[in-house]
């Protein structure tokens, strides 16, 4: 059978698959518990925590989209995260993150490292010497974050997982600003993925989710273990919501994409942007590395406010197209100051090593018209410049 591109495996994965009325969607499979065919045979699905079969559709389409051979869906990106190194590390095990990765992410190893449940080691992976002198500690495990989060920072994932799979560990790359539309991490020498399936891959801010997926079936029936006894798996309702948003997503990165290119040729021009941080940019730190490795740019981008923090502040309360919120990749298009919201809980020393200011603002382009989102940034800019 001829592989199937991308697109194809998004839209058709599931469709048709119901073998009772032959709906052409799969239905939603809400039961708890499934019967046993007969004492002492277990079926394939007994109890929703460790098997359904919303869920595992959409692992199929998922660890499919990716080149991977296994994945495990749960109920938010943090508790991906959370079963990945729960599988995996113990008390005098280390991890080694990116010092500017996601404040959840920051959090959440911190946090567990501070109660010695494994050890973390922040680092900034683009500084050579700083990946060498961490990889000497002989990590168990390893996150790749690129683009980072918040400052769209790209680092070489074939390089990496090449120095790290030499000492041993066990590599996971952070997708979810690109999915698999525009970067393919395990084709690239990682050993997981990780998504926050909250965000493009479902793409309506209606429904949180994540995923682990595997380059092998043995770390996935590890991780599915896991999953199961910790708890951390998703609903079916929100993996048959998660597969609906997939079917689209190949379309809607595209657009993501136009309209970001577009956000950022204005963004050049205006007084008030002072540095601008996406990875198409020629002046951009990684943006050889990411032509090389990915298949576009994505949507995510971060820019300096070169005003004072009030006409900022007074800057975000005069967008009308951008709402202020966290989490990123729906339809609609968000604004958020990282230090005060997504980032927070990394504190004023992380943050600053991070290189996450106060001036800092993010932008997730959504699929409005890209005219209308350009108007809308300019209107508002223009009022900031008037009032200060």
């Known amino acids: ?4 591109k991308p697109a194809t495996i998004a839209v058709r994965t599931g469709i048709e698959s119901d073998s009772q009325y032959h709906a052409v969607v799969p239905p939603i499979y809400l039961s708890t518990n499934y019967s ?15 098997g359904n079969p919303n869920r595992g559709l959409l692992e199929k389409a998922l660890f499919e989209l990716e080149s991977g051979q296994g994945a495990v869906v749960t109920n938010c990106g943090t508790s991906a995260l959370n079963l990945w190194v729960s599988a995996f590390l113990s008390p005098d095990d280390l991890i080694v993150a990116p010092h500017d990765c996601y404040g959840g992410t920051y959090r959440l190893f911190n946090t567990r490292a501070k109660k010695g449940d494994f050890q973390t080691l922040f680092i900034d992976q683009s500084d050579p010497n700083a990946l060498q002198a961490a990889l000497a500690k002989k990590p168990k495990l390893l996150l790749i974050e690129t683009p980072s989060n918040p400052l769209v920072r790209v680092v070489d994932i074939a390089d990496i997982c090449q120095q790290a799979h030499a000492v041993g560990a066990l590599v996971a790359v952070d997708n979810t600003f690109l999915t698999p539309v525009f970067q393919k991490p395990l084709e690239l020498g990682a050993d997981f993925v990780i998504h926050s399936t909250t965000k493009f891959i479902n793409g309506h801010s209606d429904v949180i989710g994540g995923v682990v997926i595997t380059k092998t079936e043995q770390h996935a029936e590890e991780l599915a273990w896991w999953g199961n006894c910790l708890g951390s798996t998703g609903t079916p309702f929100d993996s048959y919501m998660t597969l609906r948003g997939i079917r689209t997503l190949g379309a809607r990165m595209r657009v993501h994409e136009e309209s970001s290119r577009a956000i950022l040729d204005y963004l050049q021009c205006e007084a008030l942007v002072k540095v601008i941080y996406h990875p198409s940019l020629p002046e951009h730190p990684g943006h ?71 001036q800092l603002l993010r932008l997730s382009v959504g699929l409005e018209d890209a005219q209308d989102l350009i108007d809308d940034l300019a209107q508002a800019f223009a009022k900031a410049q008037e009032a200060y």
């Open 288 to 358: 050889e590395i990411a032509k090389k490795q990915q298949s576009g740019f994505g949507s995510m981008l971060s820019f300096e406010f070169a005003g004072s923090f009030e006409q900022l502040k007074y800057f975000v309360s005069q967008l009308t197209l951008f709402s202020l919120a966290e989490s990123l990749g729906g339809v609609e298009s968000l604004i958020c100051h990282p230090a005060s919201m997504t980032h927070r809980a990394m504190g004023e020393e992380a943050l600053a090593e991070a290189g996450v200011s106060q």
């Open 36 to 50: 046993f065919p007969a004492f002492g045979e277990v079926p394939k699905y007994d109890y929703t925590r460790s």
């Open 1 to 4: 059978m001829t592989t199937r």
